[in-house]
């Protein structure tokens, strides 16, 4: 009897242990397909859109969702503002031809994000900014 009940006992620690390996791996999958998204931009210029934050690797990535409008104005440029309130003058928004970079990798020296905002570097003037809920990294 005592040994049917220590068999029982040990198969149901193996049980856990393997209820803990698939729920690691499940959150290690979620989190490789992880997304934070900002407010809606809000700004004198811009007030459509938001902008994404994800990892593929490591590269750090930010995105502007499809009902972005680029603002017409002379130099739109990608700005961003980190959690302990540094800015940092991105690419422009405006490439060759009629393009747009609607996403940017960033620096590496950029550790976190709480801010992304659309900045006119002719008119040095904000145009619009989304926050995240928290800083992204």
């Known amino acids: 009897m005592r040994e049917k009940h220590f068999s ?11 209820l803990i390996v698939i729920l690691s791996f499940a959150n290690s999958a ?5 997304s ?9 210029k811009v007030n459509k859109g938001t902008a994404s934050f994800t990892k593929d690797g490591n590269k750090k990535i930010l995105s502007l969702s499809d009902d972005f409008q680029v603002p017409d104005t002379p130099d739109p440029h990608w700005q961003v503002v980190d959690s302990k309130g540094n800015v940092y003058l991105l690419q422009r928004l405006g490439i060759k031809g009629d393009k747009v970079n609607t996403s940017i990798i960033l620096p590496s020296y950029i ?6 905002q659309i900045w006119c570097a002719f008119a040095e003037a904000l145009l619009g900014e989304a926050s995240f809920e ?3 990294n």
């Not at 550790?111 to 992304?116: F, P, S």
């Open 30 to 34: 979620l989190a490789v397909g992880h």
């Open 36 to 44: 934070n998204t900002t407010n809606v931009f809000a700004g004198s």
């Open 8 to 18: 029982s006992l040990i198969q149901m620690g193996l049980m856990s242990l393997l």
């Open 134 to 136: 928290s800083p992204v």
């Open 111 to 116: 550790l976190d994000v709480v801010k992304v």
